[in-house]
């Protein structure tokens, strides 16, 4: 770990890109080796791809700005999957993963 407090700076839109071209992303695709998610619980091998207009990563799709506002409820129908948990885990772990990159990015030096 490079020691960043990487928990004070924002999830932001702009730094969620589409894993398949780079442009930005509107839904979050839950998959199992590319195919609709599978498995039980936090053993479940459930990927998180992030996907813009232009692309389908397959498997169980949930709108981007839905998931982050909370409004549509996805994160809670998507725990009450036998794959929910691994799902959340994945998702949360592309999220962290984007907010320590951005807090290192600000950090270079430059």
Same mark, same amino acid.
């Given at each position: 770990?490079?020691?960043?407090?990487?928990?004070?700076?924002?999830?932001?839109?702009?730094?969620?890109?589409?894993?398949?071209?780079?442009?930005? !992303? #509107?839904?979050?695709?839950?998959?199992?080796?590319?195919?609709?998610?599978? &498995?039980?619980?936090? =053993?479940?091998?459930?990927? %998180?791809?992030?996907?813009?207009?232009?692309?389908?990563?397959?498997?169980?799709?949930?709108?981007?700005?839905?998931?982050?506002?909370?409004?549509?409820?996805?994160?809670?129908?998507? !725990? #009450?999957?036998?794959?929910?948990?691994?799902?959340?885990?994945?998702?949360? &772990?592309?999220?962290? =993963?984007?907010?320590?990159? %951005?807090?290192?990015?600000?950090?270079?030096?430059?």
């Amino acid at each position: 770990m490079s020691g960043v407090n990487w928990s004070r700076t924002t999830l932001t839109r702009g730094l969620i890109r589409c894993d398949l071209c780079g442009r930005r !992303a #509107d839904t979050v695709h839950f998959v199992t080796d590319g195919e609709y998610p599978q &498995g039980d619980g936090l =053993e479940a091998r459930v990927e %998180a791809i992030f996907a813009c207009p232009a692309h389908d990563a397959g498997g169980y799709t949930a709108d981007l700005d839905s998931w982050l506002d909370g409004s549509s409820g996805f994160a809670e129908h998507v !725990a #009450d999957k036998t794959w929910g948990p691994s799902a959340l885990a994945a998702v949360n &772990g592309r999220f962290d =993963e984007l907010l320590r990159n %951005a807090a290192e990015t600000d950090r270079a030096p430059g």
